[in-house]
């Protein structure tokens, strides 16, 4: 199988696709795809990487599985197709962004205009079966997903870096602060949000660091 990705990332992760443990992730994630129920659909698995090439990442987000319910994974981290109901992190996140921006919730959860204007929605796993969280997870993806965090990381210069929970802060923990911009806090679930994400002020931070470097802030 040949992976179909946007053309820069193309170059940058060409070696990646090469490797033999990428190679078998492909293998499992094809015959999963044809055997059993598995989101998101199969020409979203890198809607992430579609929608926000590597030469215009600004700001990374990090996520951990795509959602497992019907309808509701596309392809970025957090972010549910149009007309489908919020999941509370998701809620919450737009909670923040009132609190810290003075905007409103959307009419929609779907995160691709972000996506659009340079944030890259990266969950640390890219499929998951049906009605079943974390199936996915120890087959390879966090280890590509690993690879596109060192890129960024490696071959970019002044990205903003939100690391949600303990999880993205451990994904995340080879970041060079020095050239980067990295925001840490508790994650935007309902267990952990009251512990410090609510308050954090990410998106008003991004976007000040954003404009410091005479870049284009977020809509958020």
Request: with cysteine.
């Amino acid at each position: 199988m040949t992976v179909k990705i946007e053309e820069s990332w193309q170059k940058v992760l060409q070696d990646e696709f090469e490797k033999p443990y990428f190679k078998d992730l492909v293998a499992f994630v094809k015959d999963e795809y044809t055997t059993q129920k598995v989101y998101p659909p199969g020409n979203q698995i890198f809607n992430a990487f579609q929608m926000c090439p590597f030469d215009e990442v600004k700001v990374v987000i990090l996520g951990q599985d795509p959602y497992h319910g019907p309808n509701q994974a596309n392809g970025l981290a957090f972010s549910v197709k149009d007309e489908v109901r919020m999941p509370p992190s998701l809620i919450n996140i737009f909670k923040e962004i009132k609190s810290d921006l003075g905007k409103d919730l959307p009419p929609t959860g779907n995160l691709e205009r972000w996506a659009q204007q340079g944030v890259l929605l990266l969950n640390a796993t890219l499929t998951v079966r049906a009605g079943d969280a974390g199936s996915h997870q120890k087959k390879g993806w966090e280890q590509f997903t690993d690879a596109v965090v060192q890129q960024v990381n490696e071959q970019k210069e002044h990205v903003v870096f939100m690391l949600w929970g303990a999880y993205a802060q451990k994904k995340g923990a080879f970041i060079d602060s020095s050239k980067h911009f990295v925001l840490q806090s508790a994650h935007p679930s309902p267990f952990a949000a009251d512990r410090g994400f609510f308050g954090n002020r990410h998106f008003s931070k991004a976007n000040a660091y954003l404009a410091s470097k005479g870049k284009e802030s977020i809509e958020w």
